[in-house]
């Protein structure tokens, strides 16, 4: 049994982790237990003996199995209202897929009532009770807390015009945000059916305790306190299994009985012969609980209960123990500042100041929101939060958080800003995370029974100090130059990478090589895509595909494509765009309809069932070879033109980036650069990085004479460079790295390197990880090739480069 104090039942559970959740060992900090907590080792080994030992059957049937079956079902359900202290004569439990489909399961029957239903709901409520409103006839919003106290105790009509007598109501609220873990009042259902009022009075309860119940007890000992209907997650609890309830009053069951629909089990007769009619089961659980139960996911719950109480003691202790943890990152986050004395960040739900309130378990849970700020108040984006915690294997969540309410308020983002960000692109998780100078989103740490001091250490430690924390000022780098031009650069290396996320091929030195307002010839002008999502394939999921080699041989006309993994595996595509070689419109792979980089683009899709093996082989999912259709332009890649990294710049349009790039037509890094990122790399003990994993297309580095060029980021500075005389490329701006760059692209494997180096030495005023500059040729200031029999300007190996700045005159 775990102890009592705080202290040791800490070292107890850290104790517990070595045996019982081996996937925790390794470096890192699982922080997301909002999202689903973790299951035990018992937990596993007890569910396996089970199905192993026993013979579960369908629970429709009179043979042995079958019967097992339901008596075990049966036993379980009782189990399950037993943890909430529910009374199984005032409550029964019906078992559904998670706490969504509880919550959708109440609004079909409120629908179903003949008059319909009036719905109110908190702003802190999550996606799943908010969509209730859109099966009612009118619907309300409470904004704060002390709205609903004030509607419960004046009965403030919130349906003006409608007849409440006739019409049921129904008010939904969380337990606990899921959000910033606010924890709201529980005796709102108390008080609701004491209320005088009968607007109030006759209003139905529908209390989300998805997130409350994996941390805090749920008790519903009392019927009378109790809400009418609790939507819960098992998953959140116990992290097996998949699987939710809802728990209804008895005495509230009648409302859900006039829902309509029906499926199998639910009912005792059908006719559908001549006659319509059918005949639902008396038992309220059996009426709801549609065609054959999840039996094996009920039966593991069994192995839930009984692991959980042996490893962890009563939820109280677990509570207690959570909510220290919470307080501690609240407390280090809200004291940390940069060295400016700038804090580092913006602090959700607890008051800044206030850590104290996460002992009051009743007003908080354990979940801490926040934003990071740069040492000059500008907003980190989540996006870079993501892939520095996901490069030192912290676990936790960013973005909306299905909770738009809490969320907006803040954020302080009114309603027309939201669909204004909207309508500019922004969607949940494809990286717009600042918009007109607000975020549009935030980090949430959230802590489960399995949590120690030890993951709130490693995140203060090894996550906010290294990469957060400005303690130098010169971390901010700047774009201005005003010296004379930089001259003594040429170019050391061109890279094509023919197939997006695939490796590259180096062009021979003494090859010439064309260059458009749309990058290199040949560059990017495919992609991998899954069969199923008809999503493009990146090294970010998929980092296997850095092991697939391309080769243009433009003698032979064909691009060829080698598995470097199995020395065997190679196929090959023409260059030139062959319609044989494509699905049609009407195939089962339609090629008008693919993702690349969450924008929609038009593709043409290989048919070729070959084509489709190799990739798949390689990168270990359903995927093929896709190609674009035309080389007529995309709107700019998103991370190159979110506010605050470049201005969208009068020459920079569509019209002239490339397809598939995600950010502009090409990507140029400085050998100097690399060389002092190396060295910093260098000197923390770990391995330098090559240039290729930064896909650069072109590489620049200093030429003999050029010794005022070795200083390392000058290309910051620089707003043009000149190739070979009399070829511009504007510099649009610097690269945005995420942790693509840790993967070896010989090998496919992923290291903390050189990204960990990068966030700590190359962070911008805006909070990003920067390295290598986003260019693109401009044909406004430069001639065609010399060669009259060239249409398109060349490049090659050893071409002289001059810099300029914003201030320079281009000649």
Known sequence: MAPDDSAAYDAY??????????????????????GTTLYSKSLVDKYYADLTSNLFGNPHSVSASSQESTRRIDSIRLQALSWFHANPDDFDLVFVANATAAIKLVGEAFKDHSEGYNYAYHRSAHTSLIGLREKAKSH??????????????????????????TIPGLFAYPAQSNMDGTRLPLSWTRDIRSSPWPDVHKTYTLLDAAAFASTAPLDLLDPKNAPDFVAVSFSKIFGLPDLGALIVKRSSGDILARRKYFGGGTVDMVVCLKEAWHAKKNNLHESLEDGTLPIHNIIALDAAFNAHKALFGSVE????????????????????????????????????????????????????????????????????????????????????????????SALHLAPHEMRENFSAGQRCGNGKDIMHGKPTGVVRVSFGAMSTMADVEFFKNMFVDKYFIEKMSKTILSRSLDEEAIHGFQITLLTVYPIKSCGGFRIDPAVEWPVTEEGLEWDREWCVIHQGTREA??????????????????????????????????????????????HSGVESMDPREATVCDRPMTLRVYRSRAIADFFTNVAGTPCTLARCRSRSAQEPGR????????????????????????DAPLLIIFQSSLDELNKEIARKGGKPASADVFRANIV???????MQCSMPYIEDCFSYIRVGGHYFFQIIGPCMRCQVVCVDQQTGKRSKEPLHTLAQTRKSKHGRIEFGSLAMFDSSKG?????????????????????????????
């Open 700 to 706: 620049l580095a200093r030429d003999r004479l050029g």
């Open 537 to 582: 394939l990146s090294q970010k999921r998929y980092p296997t595909l850095a092991t697939i080699s391309t080769q243009i041989d433009v003698a032979s006309g064909r691009l060829i494509i080698t598995n470097t993994a199995r020395k065997s595996g190679r196929i090959s595509v023409p260059l030139s765009e062959d319609p044989t070689q494509f």
């Open 317 to 408: 202790q677990i509570s207690r123990h959570v909510n220290v943890l919470a307080k501690a990152l609240h407390k280090a986050l809200a004291s940390s500042r940069h060295a400016n004395g700038m804090p580092i960040c913006m602090l959700y739900g607890v008051d800044q100041d206030d850590s104290s309130l996460y002992l009051d378990a009743p007003r908080q849970g354990p979940i801490v929101a926040f934003n990071f700020k740069t040492n000059t108040g500008g907003w980190v984006p989540n996006t870079t939060v993501e892939q520095l915690a996901a490069n030192v294997g912290i676990h936790l969540r960013t973005g909306g958080l299905c909770n738009p309410g809490g969320v907006a």
């Open 13 to 34: 559970i850290q104790g517990l982790r070595a045996r019982e959740y081996p996937m925790l060992q390794s470096d890192g900090a699982y922080l997301d237990h909002a």
């Open 783 to 811: 001639g065609h090739s010399s060669d009259p029999w060239k249409q398109n300007p060349v490049v090659k190996v050893g071409d002289e480069v001059v810099g300029y700045g914003a201030n320079d005159s281009l000649s």
């Open 140 to 165: 309300h919003c409470f904004s704060s807390n002390s709205e609903v106290d004030s509607w419960i105790a004046s009965g403030t009509q919130l349906w003006k015009g409608m007849d409440s007598s």
């Open 639 to 662: 991370a190159a033109l979110s506010e605050g990294v470049i201005d969208r710049n009068d020459s920079l349009t569509p019209s002239s980036t490339r397809t598939l790039a995600n």
